[in-house]
């Protein structure tokens, strides 16, 4: 949309299937795209697997990645995180969940790990703690630290709640 007044400057179909049950307060819609002054990722829940695409400013669809399985409990909601060239996506659903790496300019997953079964929506966030980068996520009755360069677990506790949907920071 124009920022000026509103006027539609492109319209596209990012995906097209069948999309999964979701909870009557939730949308198809509620994760917010992530902007890296070049392009727009967005995350959908389609066709029992999470999706992420990247959008040119002029509407053309970059890639699109099948990201991973996901069976919903009341839809999907987390938003993707932008650090460095990767674009991160966190699934967490009644199957296993995973939190994903994907370069940001080929679509290409980076790493992805396995995170424990049940359905949350908290949005993963870097944030500069004891002198590094971590990648922090909560649900599923803790919270856990990745070095956001490799998905490496450095520490989990305790704390939060089974389902949470939103950020740490």
């Not at 699109?64 to 659903?93: L, M």
């Amino acid at each position: 949309l124009n920022r000026k007044d509103g006027a539609t400057l492109w319209k596209e179909v990012i995906h097209d299937g069948s999309l999964p049950y979701m909870h009557q307060k939730n949308s198809h819609a509620s994760s917010t795209p992530a902007f890296d002054g070049e392009r727009v990722f967005t995350t959908f829940a389609v066709d029992s697997a999470v999706w992420a695409s990247a959008v040119s400013l002029e509407g053309e669809i970059l890639w699109q990645t099948e990201v991973g399985p996901f069976s919903s409990k009341h839809g999907y909601g987390a938003s993707p995180c932008i650090y460095k060239s990767a674009v991160i996506v966190a699934a967490d659903h009644h199957g296993v969940g995973y939190i994903a790496a994907i370069d940001r300019e080929t679509g290409e997953i980076l790493w992805r790990k396995s995170r424990l079964t049940g359905a949350s929506f908290a949005t993963p966030v870097v944030a500069h703690v004891a002198e590094r980068d971590q990648l922090l996520l909560s649900g599923q009755n803790r919270v856990v630290s990745y070095d956001p360069a490799t998905g490496e677990e450095l520490w989990t506790c305790d704390g939060s709640a089974n389902s949470t949907a939103n950020t740490l920071a």
